[in-house]
């Protein structure tokens, strides 16, 4: 069994679990976890769109 | 050795026996190193994501891989693999992992396979900053 996915698909899963873990681990309670996971994610995110635009515009 | 002396002392001796077992127990076992120490929403959530990553890695036909990979940067994959403890070793044992260069999609397999350890090493560090009382 094999699975595949797109590249923006994998990129949004890869920042899903490693915001969990960063959340989790590089802050002490539960709200700062919460807030330090979204932050990190929504980062995750906006990173992965940008470069996807600088690529865009590299190669056009 | 009087009440007060014994009850000084042992649970100093508890916090160091945990300080060794809980970020070993944390590699081998993602999220166990928290769940030995009762922290169950943490363990159970870097379980899942560790797991998953890791899970989903393998099903995307990553690269995992082996000690004597001949190059530098096989030996740091390497290093990332085996921070996922119980999972590498029973990735290898399958003989599952080895890669399908000829899909985009087993890249990132690789990638996820590498970081869903080098996630696993944050998590064990994370336990026994817990059990050395540094964090709650």
């Not at chain 2, 002392?9 to 127990?25: D, G, K, L």
Request: net charge positive.
């Amino acid at each position: 069994m094999s699975i595949q996915l797109s590249h923006f698909t994998a990129a949004i899963t890869f920042s899903f679990f490693a915001s969990i873990v960063f959340g989790i681990t590089q802050r002490t309670t539960r709200d700062e976890m919460i807030r330090y996971g979204a932050k990190c994610f929504a980062y995750f995110v906006a990173g992965t769109v940008v470069a996807s635009w600088a690529m865009w515009v590299i190669k056009h | 050795m009087s009440k007060s002396k014994a009850d000084a002392i042992f649970p100093e001796q508890q916090q160091s026996t945990m300080a060794v077992i809980a970020p070993v127990v944390g590699w081998l076992v993602p999220g166990a190193g928290h769940l030995i120490q009762r922290r169950w929403i943490r363990g159970s959530l870097l379980m899942i994501c560790v797991i998953a990553m890791f899970a989903l890695g393998v099903l995307m036909e990553g690269k995992v891989y082996g000690l004597n990979g001949g190059d530098l940067l096989d030996m740091l994959g390497f290093v990332g693999d085996l921070g996922a403890g119980c999972l590498y070793f029973v990735t290898r044992l399958m003989d599952w992992g080895h890669g399908a260069i000829q899909l985009a999609s087993a890249d990132y397999g690789t990638k996820f396979i590498i970081v869903a350890g080098l996630l696993n090493v944050i998590s064990a560090v994370d336990a026994y900053d817990i059990a050395i009382g540094k964090k709650e």
